[in-house]
Antibody, heavy 118, light 107 residues
Framework: EVQLVDSGGGLVQPGGSLRLSCAAS????????MHWVRQAPGKGLVWVSRINSDGSTTTYADSVKGRFTISRDNAKNTLYLQMNSLRAEDTAVYYC???????????WGQGTLVTVSS | DIQMTQSPSSLSASVGDRVTITCRASQSISSYLNWYQQKSGKAPELLIYAASSLQSGVPSRFSGSASGTDFTLTISSLQPEDFATYYC?????????FGGGTKVESK
C-alpha cells in the first residue's frame, strides 16, 4: 500500500525557518517525481515545488523561489522541504504528493500545518 | 502561467442528482487535465486523470470529458459521500495550476 506521511509543521515566527519531511513507503520511491502542494486556511490548492526521481532537477513556484529548497534522500525514502525567510502568507497545510508520468498527483500525504505568526 | 477557471464555485444538490462541474484552461493543455475530490480536513484524492480516465477504485458514477480548453466533471447520481470540494488541475506545464474549487453541498 502506498503511504506518504508528512511531518515537521508547527508555529514559526516571520523570518524563521522550518524543514518539512515526507516519509514514503509501499512503492519504489526512487522511481517517482515528488511534489509539495499547499493550502492556506479556507483556500484552494497551490503547487509549490517538484523534484525529479534522482534529485538532480528541481522547480519552484515564483512565490517561494529563493526561499524554499526541495530535496530527497532515496536511501531513506524521504522527501524534504526546507523553508527559510518564512512569511505570514506561507501559512498553510503542506502536502507532499507523488506524481506519475503525466504529472498527475496520484497519492498524497495527510498534510502538515505550518503557521507563520509572531 | 496557465489559468484554470472553475465553475460554479459552489452548488447545492440532492442525493440522486446529476452534477456537472466545468473547468476552462486559459490556453491549450491537450488532455493534461485532472480532477480531485477533497473532503473537509482531508487530503485531496485523484478521481479522473487525462481528462477522462477513471482512477482505479473510483466509482463509475464519476466521469470526465473535454472539448478544446473546456473540461467537465460529471457525477451521474450524487451519493451522500460525494459532498465535498472538487478541484481541476492542469499537468501540461509548470507551474502546475489548480482551479479555484467547487464545493458541492446538500440542498
Amino acid at each position: 500500500e502506498v503511504q506518504l506521511v508528512d511531518s515537521g509543521g508547527g508555529l514559526v515566527q516571520p523570518g524563521g525557518s522550518l524543514r518539512l519531511s515526507c516519509a514514503a513507503s509501499g512503492f519504489t520511491f526512487s522511481s517517482h517525481w515528488m511534489h509539495w502542494v499547499r493550502q492556506a486556511p479556507g483556500k484552494g490548492l497551490v503547487w509549490v515545488s517538484r523534484i525529479n526521481s534522482d534529485g538532480s532537477t528541481t522547480t519552484y513556484a515564483d512565490s517561494v523561489k529563493g526561499r524554499f529548497t526541495i530535496s530527497r534522500d532515496n536511501a531513506k525514502n524521504t522527501l524534504y522541504l526546507q523553508m527559510n525567510s518564512l512569511r505570514a502568507e506561507d501559512t498553510a497545510v503542506y502536502y507532499c504528493a507523488r506524481s506519475n508520468a503525466t504529472r498527475t498527483f496520484d497519492y498524497w500525504g495527510q498534510g502538515t500545518l505550518v503557521t507563520v505568526s509572531s | 502561467d496557465i489559468q484554470m477557471t472553475q465553475s460554479p464555485s459552489s452548488l447545492s444538490a440532492s442525493v440522486g442528482d446529476r452534477v456537472t462541474i466545468t473547468c476552462r484552461a486559459s490556453q491549450s493543455i491537450s488532455s493534461y487535465l485532472n480532477w480531485y475530490q477533497q473532503k473537509s480536513g482531508k487530503a485531496p484524492e485523484l478521481l479522473i486523470y487525462a481528462a477522462s480516465s477513471l482512477q482505479s477504485g473510483v466509482p463509475s458514477r464519476f466521469s470526465g470529458s473535454a472539448s478544446g480548453t473546456d473540461f467537465t466533471l460529471t457525477i451521474s447520481s450524487l451519493q451522500p459521500e460525494d459532498f465535498a470540494t472538487y478541484y481541476c488541475q492542469q499537468s501540461y506545464t509548470t507551474p502546475l495550476t489548480f482551479g479555484g474549487g467547487t464545493k458541492v453541498e446538500s440542498k
